[in-house]
């Protein structure tokens, strides 16, 4: 069994689509590893490896909005999470409007937590953010959140 697989069926986490405006430009990716670290002031990380589209865009904005996705948003997870926005628009026919700081909050998302970014710290081959939330709102109530899997999105061995 691989260690991903094995710290995944153990270490159970949620599933959010990470988005960031930097100026014109708009992206989202899928992420489980995001965690809340402070309660004062309010402050919520992500783990983002930097060859993504994402981590250019937060590094430029200094910004990021996690998107709290319910459990039946597998196919929205995976629309998030196969394709570079590089080279698509993953937001074309996606409903979506802007937290305060202008990154995209999904419709379907049931809550968005938007931060700006406080610390960076490099995490062996990802980039831990750290951000102050700065916007926040739960958009639904009583939803059963999007927890990850291994299986689910990697198949079965």
Request: charged letters at 20%.
């Amino acid at each position: 069994m691989l260690m991903q697989e094995l710290i995944t069926k153990t270490v159970p986490t949620g599933i959010s689509v990470v988005t960031v405006r930097s100026g014109d430009k708009i992206n989202g990716m899928t992420a489980a590893w995001v965690t809340q670290v402070s309660f004062k002031p309010a402050m919520i990380a992500v783990s983002i490896a930097p060859q993504r589209y994402t981590h250019t865009l937060i590094e430029e904005s200094r910004y990021f909005c996690i998107n709290a996705l319910p459990a039946e948003s597998m196919d929205l997870a995976k629309h998030f999470g196969f394709k570079s926005g590089r080279k698509i628009d993953k937001f074309q026919g996606i409903d979506y409007t802007n937290a305060i700081k202008g990154s995209p909050v999904l419709g379907s998302a049931y809550a968005y937590i938007e931060c700006e970014v406080v610390h960076a710290y490099e995490a062996g081959d990802h980039t831990l953010f750290i951000g102050t939330v700065v916007d926040s709102s739960e958009l639904k109530d009583n939803v059963r959140p999007f927890i990850f899997r291994w299986n689910d999105f990697f198949g079965k061995k």
